[in-house]
Structures are given as C-alpha cells and as structure tokens.
C-alpha cells in the first residue's frame, strides 16, 4: 500500500515538474501595440491624407503640428505642378512610421509612402520635411502607370525620375536652402545625369535658360512612357547630352573655374 502511494506521489511531482517545465517553455505573447493611425482630410475634401504612427508614437505631435500643414499645402502645389492629360493624382494618401527600412529615409510605392521612424527622429529640424515633399512627388509622378496606358511605353531614367522630385524639392519647395548648389567642392563630380539634386540643379537650368515648361514636358513625357531625347531637343534644340555640357560651362564661368 505504502509502495502505490509512493508511486503515486512520484507520478504527481512528475506532471507537476513537466507542466512546470511546459510553462517555462511556452513564450510569454508578445504585446501587440495599439494602432496609432489618424486620417487628415484636407480642407476642401479633396485630397485624404492617413498617417500610421503606431511605430512613432512620439511624433505624434511634430505629425500634427509640423509636418500635416506642409502637406496639406504642398502636395496640392506638386498636383499642380505636374499635371497631365486625362491624368488624375492619388486624392487619397496614406504615409506611414517604419522600423525595417535599414538606411533608407523615406520611399514611395504607389499612393503609400514609408518613412524610416529612426532617421526621421534625428531630422525633425533637418531633412525630415523636404524629404516627405520629395517622396510626394514620386506619388504624383507615377510613371509606373504607363506600362498599362501604353503598348510599347520607354523607360524612364532614374536620373530623370529623381532629379525631378528633387527639383521640386530644393528649388520650389525650400529653395533658400541651397541644397543643390554647385560649388567648387562638388562641380568636378557633377553631371547632368547624376540624378537627385544634382540632375536638379541642371532642370533648373534648362528651365531658367531655355524653356519654362520645360518641367512640365519633361514630366509628361515619362508618365506617359515615351520619354527621349526629343523632349530636349524639342524644347532647346539640343539633346541632355548638349545641354549638360552647356551647365557645366556655365556653372564653371559661374565659379571662376
């Protein structure tokens, strides 16, 4: 008798070490954070702006206070600023807070743009907002569109795709800031087709020196998947080829080079 209780006893300490041991082994859940997501319709209803900041809680405010008012007024100006036939802009945007975007700052993909929540921390009073209105502007330009709009659409080259959104940054959005200045430091490296704002600084001279619309053209011209070199040498009479050479010499006069 003693012995059946003995056992008992044994297989009882038993299940409570291995319920122990399965408890210890389970995971403890993981808190899932509460969504942080506000949408910001625009004054005329137009334009529908979401913001994700579950990741970012702590932009909350800088969100409300800073950087809504640029986009309410600036993503309207780069609509404006890049229109095209028969073409119609997201009217709803969605922009969120990420943690997985390694050393990336910010990018668009369709209507949606990402911001990397760690670098946008550090640029609250730096790039963060030029950043948002470049990025903007990849959601206006989508040039992906053409490759359903046309049977035999051309590329585009990324320096063109970039350089405009970064004219659009450095010299409309926040010009006083010279942020794509061709210096001394820099002009030895500089090429028209360098992309961002580089390629910016060299749409702006075409623009300034040739051709107003020259924006504009450009623009259409890759939304609709036709881009060459015809859209330089229709509104200049020259290629990007003859023209960057063109900036560059005038840039080198300009510097006393």
């Known amino acids: 008798m003693k012995s059946k209780i003995a056992i008992a006893a044994c297989l009882t300490v038993a299940a409570c070490l291995s319920n122990s041991e399965c408890r210890a082994a389970i995971p403890e859940p993981v808190p899932v954070a509460e969504k942080i997501i506000k949408v910001y319709p625009s004054e005329d209803r137009k ?3 979401t913001v994700d900041a579950t990741l970012a809680p702590d932009l909350e405010k800088w969100v409300d206070k800073e950087l809504m008012p640029v986009v309410f007024e600036w993503y309207p100006n780069v609509v404006a600023l890049l ?6 802009a997201p ?17 668009a993909a369709g209507n949606k743009l990402c911001m990397n929540v760690q670098w946008f921390r550090t640029q609250l009073k730096g790039e963060a907002k030029g950043c948002v209105i470049h990025e903007l ?4 330009q989508n040039y992906g ?4 709009r046309n049977p035999k659409p051309s590329e585009t080259p990324g320096w063109v795709t970039e350089g405009i959104a970064d004219y659009v940054r450095w010299f409309i959005y926040e010009p006083k800031s010279k942020g794509a200045e061709i210096t001394r430091a820099n002009f030895e490296r500089s090429k028209y087709d360098a992309s961002y704002r580089t390629t910016a600084n060299f749409i702006n001279w075409v623009v300034e020196s040739h051709d107003r619309d020259f924006l504009r053209k450009l623009n259409a ?3 609709e998947g036709r881009y060459s070199e015809k859209v330089s040498t229709d509104s200049t009479g020259k290629t990007a080829e003859q023209l960057g050479a063109d900036w560059k010499a005038a840039n080198a006069k300009r510097l006393g080079l």
């Not at 502007?137 to 206006?140: A, E, F, L, M, P």
């Open 145 to 148: 569109r053409a490759a359903g």
């Open 137 to 140: 502007v990849h959601i206006v």
């Open 221 to 223: 011209t890759a939304r």
């Open 83 to 88: 229109p095209g036939d028969h073409y119609q």
């Open 91 to 107: 009217e709803k945007v969605g922009l969120e807070f990420r943690d997985d975007m390694g050393g990336i700052p910010a990018y």
């Open 47 to 49: 334009f529908t702006y």
